[in-house]
Every structure is written in structure tokens, then in C-alpha cells.
């Protein structure tokens, strides 16, 4: 089995994100790991919006060279333990580098150091993706696109645009396709996280992707059923990344029952999918876990 969408802030044990605060002295203002296990679970978020609030909180506990390569080599290993024979993991080394006051080159080769270290030990394979922010400023998704070229063919593969995606400004897209045309040239694979949730500018939202992005994947994507030309033109060029206990979770999907018809309409337009975690430890899943929800699904049909 494969994972292709796998964000480190949601791969990492809590026992390993516990251990890093006890390490560290990170003030959380909880004084117990059962609270903390508690706390980092987002199973019941109930909201993108909440959902992402915790994920940005995993990110500063992991905002260190040390943190990062130990959360990567957790990732790496869980994943494999579970089943997952290839694992891509992505992450967005600005938020890890407190402010700008760690080098970005230091993050990134502790993150290839946690993956090697994996992969020696357990035969794993896997790389990197580097995540870019709509809640990033415009110099750190400058500074982690132009890293991510840097490493290609040195542990990053792919490039990706994650976050809130309310905070989007015809400002912003205008750069996130400037980037991605250079990351493109730069020899990297193209993912974004678009068609998620239901929001006002959701239409907008997918035709941009989709006809000035023109990524190689699309990150969920699953909103694309209800807009039947758009979705031909994604299944035509692009290949799903389908997360179900995340998007259940975050309450963008509202079961397995409402899973069916989007399944349904993916084969119906030929669309290409993979199935991913999105998060393992927080949803309580794993890739084979994924694989078996999908089988409940299909019953169901």
C-alpha cells in the first residue's frame, strides 16, 4: 500500500509529541499525557477550521532540527508497521523553523535524516513533499519553493498548498501559480488541497486550481462531484488523494453512506484515485485502516 497524503504534524505518536515537550519545556499548559493524548486527537474536530487549529499547534512542538527528524522517522516507521509499503510526507519547513531563527536547509536535511535512518532499518521508501501556506507570508512559500528545488533528487519530490483556504486573495493565487510554474520547471510533482469543504468561493476555488495550477494530484478534491465539467477536467489531468477519516472528521463528508455517491461519481468521470491517512495518530487510522473503510464503503454501493 501506498500513502501519498500524509502531513507530518499529523503523523508523529502522541507519546513521541509528549516525550519532545517533556524535552523541550514547550509550554502547552497541560500536565498530563492523557490530557495531551486527549487533546491532539481529531477525531470529533467536527470542523476544517478546528481541525487545523490543532495541526498548527503539532507544528510548533515540532519546531526544532531534533523534533523534526524524530516525528519523521515515527512517521515513517508507524506507516510501515501498518501496512504502508511507500509513504510520501509533506510538511512546511518555515513553520518549523521558529520564526525564521532555524535554517531552513537544517529542517529539511533533519527531515531526510529521520526518513534515511527509516528506511535503513526497516526498508521502507518514501520521500518528502514540501507544503506552501495560504496563512504563510509570500517570502516563506518563496523560500520553501525554492528549498524544494533545491532538494529535488535529495529527499523532496513533490509541492503542495495547504491551510485555510478562506485566507486565499487573487494576490496570493497570482504567486502560487508562479511558483508552481517554477517549481514545474524545477522538476517537481504538483499537489494542492482544493475541493474539500464546501465554502462560498468553492467553484472559484476548483477552476483555478485546475486551469492555472494544473497540478499533477489534487489534495481531497472530493467537492469536484458536484460540478460535473470541472470534474471531468480533474480526472482528465489529475489524480485524487482521497482522505475519508479525515474528511469525516472534519465534517466535509458527513459519513460512509455520503462516500458512495462520491465514489460513484469518480469512476463514473474515469477519475484516477489513491487512498491516503491525511493525519494517522490524531484520526486514530493508518493506511490499511483506509483500505478497509473503502471496502465498507464499496459494500454499501
Known amino acids: ?33 492523557h490530557e495531551f493524548d486527549n487533546f491532539t486527537s481529531l477525531r470529533n474536530s467536527g470542523s476544517l477550521d478546528a481541525y487545523l487549529k ?30 504502508c509499503e511507500e509513504l510520501e510526507l ?56 525554492n528549498k524544494a528545488i533545491d532538494y529535488v533528487g535529495k529527499g523532496i519530490t513533490t509541492i503542495d498548498i495547504a491551510g485555510p483556504s478562506h485566507l486565499a486573495t487573487d494576490d496570493k493565487r497570482q504567486l502560487f501559480t508562479s511558483m508552481f510554474d517554477k517549481a514545474k520547471k524545477g522538476g517537481l510533482i504538483t499537489t494542492c488541497h482544493a475541493g474539500e469543504i464546501v ?32 470534474l471531468a477536467v480533474a480526472a482528465a489531468n489529475c489524480e485524487f488523494e482521497i482522505c475519508i477519516s479525515s474528511n ?26 489513491t487512498l491516503c491517512t491525511d493525519a494517522t495518530f490524531p484520526l486514530g487510522t493508518n493506511i490499511a485502516r483506509e483500505h478497509y473503510l473503502f471496502d465498507e464503503i464499496k459494500k454499501l454501493a
Open 248 to 273: 469525516i472528521a472534519s465534517g466535509a463528508v458527513s459519513g460512509l453512506e455520503e462516500f458512495v455517491g462520491i465514489f460513484r461519481a469518480l469512476e463514473h468521470a474515469n477519475a484516477k484515485w
Open 54 to 83: 490543532v495541526l498548527h499547534w503539532l507544528d510548533k512542538i515540532q519546531s526544532s532540527p531534533l523534533a523534526v527528524k524524530a516525528c519523521v522517522y515515527d512517521a515513517y516507521v508507524s506507516s510501515f508497521m501498518a501496512g
Open 1 to 33: 500500500m501506498i500513502d501519498k497524503h500524509l502531513h507530518l504534524s499529523g503523523a508523529a505518536s502522541s507519546r513521541t509529541l509528549w516525550e519532545l515537550v517533556q524535552d523541550s519545556g514547550y509550554k502547552t499548559g497541560i500536565k498530563t499525557f
Open 90 to 145: 509533506r510538511f512546511n519547513a518555515t513553520k518549523r523553523s521558529q520564526d525564521g531563527t532555524i535554517d531552513l536547509d537544517a529542517i529539511i536535511i533533519s527531515a531526510r535524516a529521520g526518513l534515511e535512518m527509516a528506511s535503513s532499518r526497516f526498508g521502507v521508501k518514501g520521500s518528502l513533499a514540501m507544503c506552501l501556506g495560504w496563512d504563510c507570508s509570500d517570502e516563506a512559500n518563496w523560500a520553501c519553493t
Open 199 to 230: 465554502h462560498d468561493s468553492l467553484e472559484a476555488e476548483l477552476e483555478w486550481a485546475l486551469y492555472k495550477l494544473r497540478p499533477d494530484r489534487i489534495g481531497h478534491g472530493i467537492q469536484l462531484v458536484k460540478y460535473p465539467k470541472l
